[in-house]
């Protein structure tokens, strides 16, 4: 299981670091001294993440027939890692000239401590394989004491640092208009701070060891185990600038699909009220993007229903409009949902007379065009529809319906008497 989880880490990073070739390779050359850095690194990661694995460390040990080399091998390549690291976001941070200023001292620093560390390993006495338990087996040995110190210390320094320039830099003022970038930095800072803790909980227990604390667990199981936590927040974080914004436009689209079948089934009752008014007008797909494509069904039905509405009136009963308003200011409806029951019960009404074999006209009916409807401010020809359709199946029509229904009824026994 151990094995496991160091190799998935492993083959995480060696993909980040091809992702990051190839965008080094197309990159103009302005852009090459910041990219360059992070393959690097990558470089430097996989090796140091394979080696810790015990399916892999011990066995190179074997053939090698050197006690723990491994870990002397992991540790520089980790060192190595840390320092390509920094420089990569030092040159985020300053002018290339400056950047190179401080990475020279970076690596110096760096390289020199890697070199005392392979000085005290091979001084130092390692009579057996220790590679579970390298650091707490000999926390308290000579020359190896002050190599695990040295590795330690600097190793979680290093990685701490980085965690401030990902920080600062995801505040920087160039980074403002990109936010996937300032995400990447920070999830990356997130990420390196396992790391840290692997350091520092490491070096507590060695240092812990000299007074007598019994911390081997620390340095042998826990902090192994830490080190590696943080490599999918670490991998994310630094190619989330570049696919990240993708992730916008995929959910622009799941929007625009759940916008799209919940309009759809809205319009569906009053598609099928209307449907009886022509049924050839019905559009046929001509194609399995016709058929199967949601956006297109709904652009189809949005015309047919607009082609059954002209053709199933053209007139207008001034006693349905008072009817459909007065119900409206007893609901509390807003003017765009006033004109939407307007709307609906005219439509009810009209396809009642359609029903019913009776085209004659109502009395009080006015003219009207197709302008009014530019009147009731919707802001599109399927909003528009929409909101009658929901109009039509509200109890609200119904209720106006039969209001204007005794309104005429009243008014013709009037005149009737």
Avoid at 223 to 231: C, K, M, N
Wanted: net charge neutral.
């Amino acid at each position: 299981m151990v094995d496991g989880l160091f190799l998935v880490a492993a083959l995480g990073i060696a993909a980040l670091g091809l992702y990051k070739y190839q965008a080094l390779r197309h990159a103009p050359a302005d852009r090459k001294p910041a990219i360059r850095p992070v393959c690097v690194s990558c470089l430097f990661a996989v090796p140091a993440v394979l080696l810790a694995a015990p399916a892999i460390g011990v066995n190179l040990d074997r053939v090698t027939g050197v006690h723990s080399l491994s870990i002397l091998l992991g540790f520089c390549f980790a060192l190595g890692f840390v320092c390509s690291v920094q420089t990569m976001l030092v040159y985020w941070l300053h002018p290339p000239a400056a950047a190179w200023r401080t990475s020279r001292w970076l690596v110096l620093t760096y390289t020199s401590v890697a070199g005392a560390i392979i000085v005290l390993f091979f001084l130092g006495d390692r009579p057996a394989e220790r590679h579970l338990d390298f650091a707490a087996a000999y926390a308290r040995e000579p020359y190896l004491a002050e190599l695990l110190v040295l590795y330690f210390l600097s190793y979680a320094v290093g990685v701490a640092n980085v965690v401030r320039l990902c920080w600062q830099w995801s505040h920087h003022p160039e980074t403002t208009d990109r936010p996937w970038l300032r995400r990447g930095l920070r999830l990356t800072a997130v990420g390196i701070l396992f790391p840290v803790a692997y350091g520092v909980i490491s070096l507590a227990a060695v240092i812990g060891s000299w007074f007598g604390a019994e911390l081997d667990s620390w340095s042998s199981e826990i902090a192994p185990a830490l080190s590696v936590l943080g490599v999918p927040l670490v991998i994310v974080g630094n190619s989330i600038a570049a696919w990240g914004p993708g992730l916008s436009s995929v959910w622009g689209r799941v929007t625009h699909l759940s916008a799209d079948l919940r309009d759809y089934r809205a319009l569906a009752d009053l598609w099928r009220a209307l449907r009886s008014v022509e049924p050839e007008m019905v559009h046929t797909p001509g194609s399995l993007a016709d058929r199967f494509s949601l956006r297109r069904r709904l652009f189809w039905r949005v015309i047919e229903i607009n082609d059954w509405l002209h053709q199933l009136y053209s007139q207008r009963d001034a006693n349905l409009t008072a009817a459909a308003r007065q119900v409206a200011r007893q609901a509390d409806l807003d003017e765009v949902q006033t004109a939407a029951l307007e709307e609906a019960v005219h439509l009810k009404t009209a396809l009642g007379r359609t029903a019913g074999g009776s085209s004659t006209e109502c009395p009080n009916q006015t003219q009207v065009d197709g302008t009014d409807d530019a009147g009731h401010a919707f802001a599109g020809e399927r909003r528009r529809l929409v909101l009658i359709a929901r109009a039509f199946t509200s109890p609200l029509s119904d209720e106006a319906v039969l209001a204007a229904s005794q309104t005429t009824q009243s008014l013709r026994a009037q005149s009737h008497p």
